[in-house]
């Protein structure tokens, strides 16, 4: 081998480890820190278990093979298959099917889903801070009991200082995120190794699934129950599909399957081994706070700091995924063009959107509020995670059979396998409604409300603004013949790529000037993530001084009109100066109606909504001083 492909081989090697460590750091802080209250709802939570071999067996049981099915094979190994140009994520997905079964009969149903697991995602961004933070500042009644009044004044303090940072952006800190996580896994691996070595059959009863299935035969309905808080050990797993985009598909499955995996395996085999190595009376007390009583005394306090910093890097990694669904779903227009500001030079998907940022603030103040602890969150949690994945396998199901044309024979039982398992954990949590699975239901049916008006709206706004479009071509003739020609370049935006815009009627209609270069520009969010530069663009003559100018964007990608104006070199005359143009907006007021196409009072809600969006000029970065508005009303 020679010396450069050794080199080159060997700088691949470091590239993917440096993602590795990062994937540690920012993906599986979520599942990470499941170990802080899975086990241990399992056992005292809605519906208490007994602290026997029968039951703690059973349950490290189900644990492991829920981690291996769902996380590992779904998940890392099938899932982050179903990538959309690099891209992962339910609306990822859902942009990859659509794209294919477009025109089939399921196709309506399948949009549905996607959009539904998005509005459930928002259900978990606001659980997740408050769970999380609240189980690791909950470690203080363990160092000493008389703390406990402090616990909920810190979680909030934690809580509203993570959301404060949020617009310096993750740049800076993110440095430190893989280190950290790589201490706080090693040290809980630790944790569980020692007691292991207290109770080593501990590994064996682990990877039986007997003891599961006993565990189902014995206690039936209670065991199905208690599936409700076993899943709290893969939440996170979502989002290690959904952030495939930053790190990439093989340094993720190195992360997990070597590092991440075992860690938390062992911390739970070592929580199951201290249970199981205690009298009756010690297991009681111990189940109470299992992950941090692995610790000795001396060391509690310490683990309550790391867990803490933990928690908070799980959360801020949600919060970042907030922010990049609601920048996928504005983008393929599911929700209004919202305020973005992008935190790095650099990193193009590192943003932060101030609406969702304080909505998401307030929502966990009040979780924290009103929930106190994190046991009473926990009924909360799994609804949102469930739901979510059982609508990925159903997506999955169409891609496996309509897209990826998997052999039936292959296909089928595989599916079956998921359905099961996502079905009974989904099923087990919707008996946790009145205790507090309410809640991601409620945000989930608010968001995916939200979401499908504007999505609809929008339809129908463009189909009733299309009913009295004139021909560009009738125009260009009429108006050049008979308007003043003034300096300059004019761009009008136009929403469709046919038809004369309402901002150019309007403008020959009180201002009677053309500028001598008019450009329609109509700007296209494709169905995938990112669209190379030399793609960008169509540009069309029609003819005196009139073209139309297409640009295409990903829907991971930022819409910088000025800068992609400025690539544009003698296609449509001289370089596009921003000094000597203008651009042309229309602003609709919308006039519900009782016509055809929404319910009154989802008109209502789109006008609201139209009326509170961004406005063009912020969302496609125009100068601010050479943008004129002109205003129309459309009644749908």
């Known amino acids: 081998m020679s010396s450069a492909t050794a080199h080159t081989g060997e700088d691949r090697h470091k590239a993917i480890a440096k993602l590795a460590l990062g994937a540690i750091g920012i993906v599986f802080g979520d599942i990470g820190t499941s170990p802080l209250y899975a086990f241990r709802e399992t056992f005292v939570g809605a519906h208490p278990l007994a602290l026997d071999p029968l039951h703690v067996y059973g349950v490290i049981s189900l644990i492991f093979w829920s981690m291996t099915l769902v996380v590992t094979i779904q998940y890392v190994t099938i899932m982050m298959q179903a990538d959309n140009k690099g891209q992962g994520g339910s609306l990822a997905l859902l942009a990859l099917i659509s794209r294919s079964v477009e025109r089939a009969r399921f196709g309506r149903i399948i949009v549905i889903l996607g959009v539904f697991a998005t509005a459930l995602f928002y259900g978990d961004s606001m659980i997740t801070p408050a769970i999380s933070v609240l189980s690791a500042v909950e470690g203080l009644t363990v160092v000493n009991p008389d703390l406990s009044s402090l616990v909920i004044p810190i979680a909030l303090g934690l809580l509203v200082f993570l959301f404060l940072i949020q617009s310096r952006g993750t740049a800076k800190v993110g440095a430190l995120f893989g280190p950290i996580m790589l201490v706080y896994f090693v040290t809980i691996a630790t944790l569980g190794l020692v007691h292991i070595s207290d109770h080593p059959q501990i590994v064996l009863h682990t990877l039986n699934p007997w003891n599961a299935v006993q565990f189902f035969i014995t206690d039936g309905f209670l065991a199905f129950l208690a599936l409700g808080s076993v899943v709290l050990a893969v939440t996170g797993a ?251 370049t004019a761009i009008f935006m136009s929403s469709s790529s046919k038809g004369v815009p309402h901002a150019l009627l309007h403008n020959m209609k009180h201002n009677k000037v053309l500028h001598e270069r008019v450009v329609i520009l109509t700007v296209h969010i494709q169905e995938v993530p990112y669209i190379p530069v030399e793609d960008r663009c169509d540009v069309k003559d029609l003819g005196e001084g009139f073209f139309r100018i297409v640009l295409r964007y990903g829907f991971m990608q930022e819409t910088d009109i000025p800068r992609a104006l400025g690539q544009l070199k003698d296609v449509c005359g001289p370089e596009f100066d921003m000094m000597t143009t203008s651009f042309f907006l229309s602003r609709q007021t919308l006039i519900a109606a009782d016509r055809p196409g929404m319910a009154v009072w989802r008109e209502k809600l789109f006008a609201w909504m139209l009326r509170n969006s961004a406005t063009a000029m912020e969302f496609f970065r125009l100068p601010t001083n050479r943008v004129v508005e002109l205003g129309s009303q459309v009644e749908i």
């Open 238 to 488: 979502e989002a290690l599909y959904s952030d495939m985009g930053h790190f990439g598909r093989r340094p993720m499955r190195i992360s997990w399957l070597w590092f991440v995996m075992p860690a938390l395996l062992l911390n739970y085999m070592g929580q199951a081994a201290m249970i199981m190595s205690l009298d009756a009376d010690g297991a009681t007390e111990a189940i109470k706070s299992p992950f941090f009583l692995l610790a000795p005394d001396y060391l509690r306090f310490p683990l309550v700091i790391l867990a803490t910093v933990a928690t908070f890097i799980a959360s801020q990694a949600v919060i970042s995924g907030a922010f990049s669904v609601t920048h996928q779903a504005i983008q393929l227009g599911f929700i209004p063009r919202l305020s973005t500001v992008h935190t790095s030079e650099s990193e193009a998907n590192q943003i932060y959107i101030p609406v969702i940022n304080w909505a998401l603030m307030i929502a966990v103040i009040v979780l924290v509020l009103t929930f106190q602890n994190s046991s009473n969150l926990a009924a909360a949690y799994g609804i949102a995670v469930t739901g979510a994945m059982f609508i990925d396998t159903a997506l999955l199901a169409v891609l496996l059979l309509s897209v990826w044309k998997w052999k039936p024979w292959i296909a089928v039982p595989l599916l079956a396998i998921f359905f099961i398992v996502d079905g009974a954990y989904f099923t087990a949590n919707l008996t946790k409604v009145p205790e507090g699975g309410w809640f991601p239901l409620v945000v989930g049916l608010f968001a995916f409300t939200l979401l499908t008006t504007w999505a609809r709206g929008r339809a129908l706004m463009r189909s009733r603004m299309q009913e009295a479009a004139m021909p560009m071509e009738i125009f260009v003739k009429s108006a050049a013949a008979g308007a003043t020609r003034v300096p300059g």
